[in-house]
């Protein structure tokens, strides 16, 4: 599994009867913006794949340590984070502004319960800027548009893409998608980005068994993918050291944690 975030389209009403991507992610980090549906299949798909809730911590863990590196060690003072998900305890903006309260943020989803949380992503620094898009990700050109009022986009923007692009079935649009959102931003602007995958190297062999159970029993389907796949997103794009890694082990504090398959990276658009 691993898709943290709202995924592309058929978000646009609020379906309380079926578990949802969104809210089953909020379960499994501790959060209380679910229902009994997304519990139920929530549990049962970590009774196949026991890390489930260690991949959800490792992706948020992965975020926090992103944008701090970005924001303190790159000069990074605009993000647009793509696929927002439910706020909870430190969203992007309060790391950001945590460490330069001059940072602006845009968050884009198209979740009506996300929607119904977006106030919460709007509290963030007076000396900075948050702001929320009700955007899909299928449609770039609509979301930078929209961007450019809150973000300068001759200047560099971190673009984040953390648990969004398994909801992209087709790796060739999901491709596109990316090249598209990068084209838009100027030399020096960075894509973050995780991704579940199934690769055996990272304990990736029960994703296929759990996916195919999230797939028949909620909503949306999604999809794993190999290191190379996930690689190829980051065309033409420069790698921050190091590289494409298990999430929970990328800038992390000491090598003792665990492995998850979910696959973090950051790269700079030269």
């Known amino acids: 599994m691993g898709g943290s975030r709202t995924p592309p389209s058929g978000s646009a009403r609020l379906?309380?009867?079926?578990?949802?991507?969104?809210r089953v992610w909020n379960h499994w980090i501790g959060g209380r913006d679910n229902y009994e549906v997304d519990r139920r299949v929530g549990d049962h798909v970590a009774s196949i794949i026991p890390v489930i809730r260690d991949i959800a911590r490792a992706d948020r863990d992965f975020l926090g340590r992103a944008v701090t590196y970005l924001t303190r060690?790159?000069?990074v003072r605009q993000f647009l984070d793509v696929g927002t998900g439910l706020p909870t305890a430190d969203n992007t903006h309060e790391i950001a502004q945590r460490v330069a309260p001059d940072s602006r943020i845009v968050y884009?989803?198209?979740?009506p319960l996300v929607l119904a949380?977006?106030?919460a992503?709007?509290?963030?620094s007076s000396e900075g800027a948050t702001d929320y898009i009700d955007a899909d990700v299928r449609d770039p050109e609509a979301i930078?548009?929209?961007a450019a009022a809150t973000l300068d986009l001759a200047r560099p923007v971190a673009v984040m893409m953390l648990g969004i692009l398994n909801f992209v079935l087709d790796t060739g649009e999901a491709r596109d998608i990316v090249r598209r959102l990068?084209?838009?931003?100027p030399s020096g602007s960075f894509l973050v980005l995780t991704h579940p995958t199934f690769d055996p190297e990272v304990g990736g062999e029960l994703q296929v068994p759990a996916m195919e159970f999230w797939n028949e029993n909620a909503t949306p389907p999604i999809t794993a993918r190999g290191a190379a796949d996930i690689t190829a997103f980051f065309e033409d794009l420069e790698l921050v050291e190091p590289g494409l890694v298990s999430c929970s082990r990328w800038h992390a504090p000491s090598d003792s944690a665990v492995v998850v398959p979910q696959y973090g990276a950051v790269a700079v658009k030269p």
Request: hydrophobic letters at 40%.
């Open 108 to 111: 884009v989803d198209n979740d």
């Open 15 to 22: 379906d309380t009867g079926v578990a949802h991507n969104a």
């Open 73 to 75: 060690e790159r000069g």
């Open 121 to 124: 992503l709007l509290t963030g």
């Open 182 to 185: 990068v084209a838009a931003v």
């Open 117 to 119: 949380h977006a106030r």
């Open 144 to 146: 930078v548009e929209r």
